[in-house]
């Protein structure tokens, strides 16, 4: 397993992220951007699509597909819909395999990661 790519710039919801998905048997590597991260092989990019610093869920999403054209997307976001998760009419939208509204729960974090990727290990 290539492991687990997070892209977001909040210090303290990256590094619950990274608690999380390592708990549960991932190799995570973790970024405050796009740009600060280089591309290379993951299993899964989980990205957050809105940041008040940059021009919007479109234009990250085309910047991490670009540096990880084959890999599959989880797109979490405080701008969805409360209770938003799973595969859906957005996720579609986005051209991601999954969405996920902030603020979620480590069930619900797992849950996608494992719709998409299967379990650690």
């Known amino acids: 397993m290539s492991g687990i790519v997070v892209i977001e ?6 590094g619950l992220l990274i608690e999380w998905l390592s ?3 991932y190799p995570v590597r973790a970024a405050a ?3 600060a991260q280089a591309p290379d092989k993951a299993d899964l990019v989980i990205v ?9 869920a479109n234009n990250r999403l085309r910047a991490v597909k670009a540096a990880h054209p ?3 997307l989880i797109a979490i976001s405080a701008q969805f819909r ?5 595969s859906s009419t957005t996720a579609d939208a986005l051209g991601v395999r999954q969405v996920i509204a902030k ?5 619900d ?5 494992h719709g998409v990727i299967g379990p650690a290990g």
């Open 9 to 14: 710039e909040d210090a303290l919801m990256r």
């Open 23 to 25: 708990a549960e048997g």
């Open 33 to 35: 951007s796009v740009d």
């Open 48 to 56: 957050d699509v809105y940041m008040p610093r940059h021009e919007g």
């Open 70 to 72: 084959q890999t599959p």
């Open 82 to 86: 409360p209770g938003l998760s799973g």
């Open 103 to 107: 603020p979620f729960s480590q069930t």
């Open 109 to 113: 974090l797992l849950a996608a990661v």
